[in-house]
Nanobody, 117 residues
Framework: QAQLVESGGGLVQAGGSLRLSCAASGSIFSMHDPGWYRQDPGKELEWVAGLTDGGSTNDADSVKGRFTISRDNAKNTVYLQMNSLKFDDTAVYYC???????????WGRGTLVVVSS
């Protein structure tokens, strides 16, 4: 069964950087219109950044200028480069995308990012 798998999370000091990866596993279909979301346990799910198939990007005001979403089509992988991390960036980060022509949203199980002061 196809799924999205996030990786790259961990513990980092404020001001540091991490790069998250989201790979499509067990699927021959490419990711379409992928995006990153995050959720601090007990809080509302927050949209972080998105990438269209046409190559345009968009991101939330809270991460603008610090986070960059990108993709490698050959690897069928989406990335989230996170710089100048803040304590408020602490959350479980999730990748979401369509696979092929399927209308359903595919979600990863998340990768934890903890930013210490």
């Amino acid at each position: 069964q196809a799924q999205l798998v996030e990786s790259g999370g961990g513990l980092v000091q404020a001001g540091g950087s991490l790069r998250l990866s989201c790979a499509a596993s067990g699927s021959i279909f490419s990711m379409h219109d992928p995006g990153w979301y995050r959720q601090d346990p007990g809080k509302e799910l927050e949209w972080v950044a998105g990438l269209t198939d046409g190559g345009s990007t968009n991101d939330a005001d809270s991460v603008k200028g610090r986070f960059t979403i990108s993709r490698d089509n050959a690897k069928n992988t989406v990335y989230l480069q996170m710089n100048s991390l803040k304590f408020d960036d602490t959350a479980v980060y999730y990748c979401k995308a369509h696979l092929g022509a399927a209308p359903e949203d595919y979600w990863g199980r998340g990768t934890l990012v903890v930013v210490s002061s």
